[in-house]
């Protein structure tokens, strides 16, 4: 009885070992930080690949004041003049976002999980 108690616990431990030192394909890629340029009165190319967890970098390169709103109300960034802000995504799917000054000002980030 007790052999074969140590006899499993061996086992067990070497299937666990084994575990642990077999590579994992499903690695989680770390958050990156993606820019967004605003420019002559227009949202710059959003990048592709985002995440979430990831963070959208806006930076205002225009004279005039800007904002990056979500329609959906998941963020609302103001952007004077040379500024810059951020939005961290916090879930997967596809918002679309505009400027509140500059309705003809669009944009969409596709977040994948
Ligand atoms: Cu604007």
Redesign the pocket.
């Given at each position: 009885m007790a052999r074969f108690s140590i006899a499993l616990a061996a086992g067990t431990g070497a299937m666990l070992l084994s575990l642990a030192l077999s590579p994992t394909r499903a690695t989680v890629a770390a958050p990156k930080t993606h820019t967004i340029v605003?420019d002559k009165?227009k949202f710059g190319p959003v990048p592709p690949g985002l995440h979430v967890g990831d963070t959208i970098q806006w930076l205002n390169k225009d004279l005039?004041?800007?904002?990056a709103t979500a329609r959906d109300g998941s963020f609302n960034v103001d952007l004077p003049a040379g500024a810059r802000g951020v939005t961290k995504l916090t879930k997967a799917g596809t918002i679309a976002f505009f400027?509140?000054?500059?309705p003809g000002?669009t944009g969409q980030l596709v977040v994948s999980k």
């Open positions: 605003i009165l005039f004041r800007h904002t400027c509140r000054y500059h000002m």
